[in-house]
T-cell receptor, first 115, second 116 residues
Framework: AQSVTQLGSHVSVSEGALVLLRCNYS??????LFWYVQYPNQGLQLLLK??????LVKGINGFEAEFKKSETSFHLTKPSAHMSDAAEYFC?????????????FGRGTSLIVHP | NAGVTQTPKFQVLKTGQSMTLQCAQD?????MYWYRQDPGMGLRLIYY???????DKGEVPNGYNVSRLNKREFSLRLESAAPSQTSVYFC???????????????FGPGTRLTVT
């Protein structure tokens, strides 16, 4: 079984401040890890992913995340928030089931950016 | 490429009515998924199809049925709608990209369903 915990349903930052969205997971096998972003009234789109290799992964729009196996974490960061980063962010963990990768999503964190 | 498309975008049903949500993808993906999104609950998997001709239950399948019509299309049917099925429904697909294994999902824009 796998699960994802996103700490904080809402995170509020000022424009230009550091963004840190937390994600912890549990998985019985090596996981594939993802962050997705959802803008209002849209579907989800991939920000970044970790499958194998380098544990620090870079995504679109200046976001990055680091896979820390010992801490079972995959926190999302961005050095300087922009107003356009305001959105809902979802962390997901995926393992294989019968040839298909079935992800489990966290409950989401709403990022609020103040001017 | 259009990616993943869903119809309709909005729908209002009365309790007991039935409807089918349509989903199509043009990325030649093997796997397709249906989710529902409710406030504070994240995305919950209703059904998925690992490949053409197969379907499996997800976390919340009760009250729904699916059909994988062909490789491109995966429909979700509500036989007798209930207010508890008021939600936003997302279809997603995943599969190889240019011959390389890809693990991420591509999502449609969603269907906003209200059951009164």
């Amino acid at each position: 079984a796998q699960s994802v915990t996103q700490l904080g349903s809402h995170v509020s930052v000022s424009e230009g401040a550091l963004v840190l969205l937390r994600c912890n997971y549990s998985s019985s096998v090596p996981p594939y890890l993802f962050w997705y972003v959802q803008y209002p009234n849209q579907g989800l789109q991939l920000l970044l992913k970790y499958t194998t290799g380098a544990t620090l992964v870079k995504g679109i729009n200046g976001f990055e995340a680091e896979f820390k196996k010992s801490e079972t974490s995959f926190h999302l960061t961005k050095p300087s928030a922009h107003m356009s980063d305001a959105a809902e962010y979802f962390c997901a963990v995926s393992t294989t089931s019968g040839g298909s990768y079935i992800p489990t999503f966290g409950r989401g964190t709403s990022l609020i950016v103040h001017p | 490429n259009a990616g993943v498309t869903q119809t309709p975008k909005f729908q209002v049903l009365k309790t007991g009515q039935s409807m089918t949500l349509q989903c199509a993808q043009d990325m030649n993906h093997n796997s397709m998924y249906w989710y529902r999104q409710d406030p504070g609950m994240g995305l919950r998997l209703i059904y998925y199809s690992a490949s053409e001709g197969t379907t499996d239950k997800g976390e919340v399948p009760n009250g729904y049925n699916v059909s994988r019509l062909n490789k491109r299309e995966f429909s979700l049917r509500l036989e007798s709608a209930a207010p508890s099925q008021t939600s936003v429904y997302f279809c997603a697909s995943s599969g190889p990209i240019q011959g390389y294994r890809s693990y991420e999902q591509y999502f449609g824009p969603g269907t906003r369903l209200t059951v009164t």
